[in-house]
């Protein structure tokens, strides 16, 4: 199965999610189930504390970045991979589209791919150290 666009979610923030059909065979009559979500987060100067931050990340990583998701189930019989594909959007649509949808998503997003392109831990927390 060829690789096509199933779904586009335009949310209220003006980001839209596309919804791609990765399906491939996997062997004899089973098929890897594969929808991949992508949504392209612009960078924004409010995203940032500071002017000099917000123009690193944009050299860094450029206008925006892109969250993905890979939604997948292995061996799945051939009758079944409609089924497999409408459970698969089914729970990206109740759970991750919610997520994506939340007033902090953008910024939060854009702040942990820019601290994770400079090599620091993406967790807040995970750079400090706490003593008893």
Do not use: W
């Not at 779904?7 to 209220?12: F, N, P």
């Not at 009559?29 to 392209?40: D, K, M, P, S, T």
């Amino acid at each position: 199965m060829a690789s096509n666009i199933i779904q586009t979610i335009s949310l209220k923030s003006g980001l839209c999610i596309t919804l791609s059909d990765e399906t491939r065979h996997y062997f004899g009559g089973y098929y890897h189930v594969r929808i991949l979500a992508r949504c392209n987060v612009p960078i924004v100067k409010d995203h940032f504390d500071n002017e000099s931050e917000f123009l690193d990340a944009c050299n860094k990583l450029g206008d925006s970045v892109r969250f993905e998701r890979l939604l997948e189930k292995m061996a799945v019989p051939e009758s079944d991979v409609v089924a497999v594909r409408d459970q698969l959007l089914e729970a990206f649509n109740t759970t991750t589209v919610g997520y994506l949808s939340s007033p902090d998503f953008e910024r939060k997003f854009v702040r942990t791919e820019y601290r994770i392109f400079n090599g620091k831990p993406a967790n807040m927390f995970a750079d400090r150290v706490f003593q008893a």
